[in-house]
């Protein structure tokens, strides 16, 4: 409740900031862009960490005003980095929680953060667990309509970790299904178990969708991923997220 009360005041006092994860092409590792990830500088508590205050802002709604920050900073950013120089087109992908669909008008708020800052929409990626899908509503069908509309991309993050059937993946307008890392923790160990993350890249190929394997942390894993014919990666092999200066940094010198 305390963290809750804080968290209200945390948006107006400008205590969050995003950092930047680069994602990367295989098989040749070239930085094709950025997932934004939001942290919380509590004044007392120091760096709270998402896990324990986005489900807070879920239950509470501030979830709603918390996106939209989280949405502008992201955009803003990526724009800000052009401007710097960086002439390759990358993408910017953003987290949202399928509370932004029930409780606010997300491709509405969405359509006004590209205005506002001028990104792009066919470089922005927004990222949703398979929760979106498995409500299977007629309106977060019909939000994820609208969002594609737009022109953006739409990636469904750990993806293998929830309970839906695999039929939604036609049903939804997805473009990119970011593999969980539990699925490549054991990549090319002896005696790896390869199979899931195998067919969940099969399955990404026969349906015309990217893959983005996410936890890299080994090379082992990364030799793995693109005999399988993954797409993309990310992970702390690659970098950890980082501050917006050495993202950008990382971003301008990969030119
Ligand atoms: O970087 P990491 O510990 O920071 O992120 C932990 C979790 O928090 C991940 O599941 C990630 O998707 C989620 N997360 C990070 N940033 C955001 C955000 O801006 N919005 C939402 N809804 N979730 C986020
Ligand atoms: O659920 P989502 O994919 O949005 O979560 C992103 C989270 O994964 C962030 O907390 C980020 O810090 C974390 N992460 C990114 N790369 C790695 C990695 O290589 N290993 C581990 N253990 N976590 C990672
Ligand atoms: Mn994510
Ligand atoms: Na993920």
């Not at 979830?63 to 502008?72: C, D, E, N, Q, S």
């Amino acid at each position: 409740l305390e963290l809750e009360a804080d968290l209200r005041l945390a948006l107006e006092r400008g205590e969050f900031e995003m950092h930047y994860q680069p994602t990367v092409s295989l098989p040749d590792s070239a930085v094709t862009g950025f997932e934004a990830l939001i942290r919380w500088r509590h004044p007392t508590r120091g760096v709270v960490p998402p896990q324990d205050f986005i489900p807070i802002a879920e239950a509470s709604g501030l979830i709603v005003p918390l996106g939209r920050w989280a949405l502008t900073e992201a955009c803003r950013q990526a724009m800000a980095w052009r401007a710097q120089g960086a002439e390759q087109p990358f993408t910017m992908a953003v987290n949202v929680s399928v509370r932004q669909f029930d409780r606010g008008d997300l491709p509405g708020m969405v359509g006004e953060v590209l205005a506002e800052t001028g990104m792009p929409a066919s470089r922005l990626c927004l990222e949703m667990t398979e929760s979106v899908l498995m409500s299977d509503s007629a309106e977060n069908l019909a939000a994820l309509v609208r969002l594609k509309a737009l022109g953006l991309r739409l990636a469904i993050d750990d993806f293998g970790t929830g309970y839906s059937s695999l039929a939604y993946l036609r049903r939804f307008p997805v473009d990119i299904i970011k593999i969980d890392r539990a699925f490549v923790e054991r990549l090319g160990t002896p005696g790896d178990d390869s199979a899931l993350a195998h067919t969940i890249v099969q399955l990404g190929q026969s349906l015309g969708l990217s893959t983005v394997a996410e936890g890299v942390e080994e090379y082992g894993q990364l030799a793995a991923l693109r005999v399988m014919g993954c797409n993309q990666a990310q992970g702390f092999y690659f970098s950890r997220p980082l501050p917006a200066a050495q993202a950008g940094r990382l971003l301008l010198e990969s030119a």
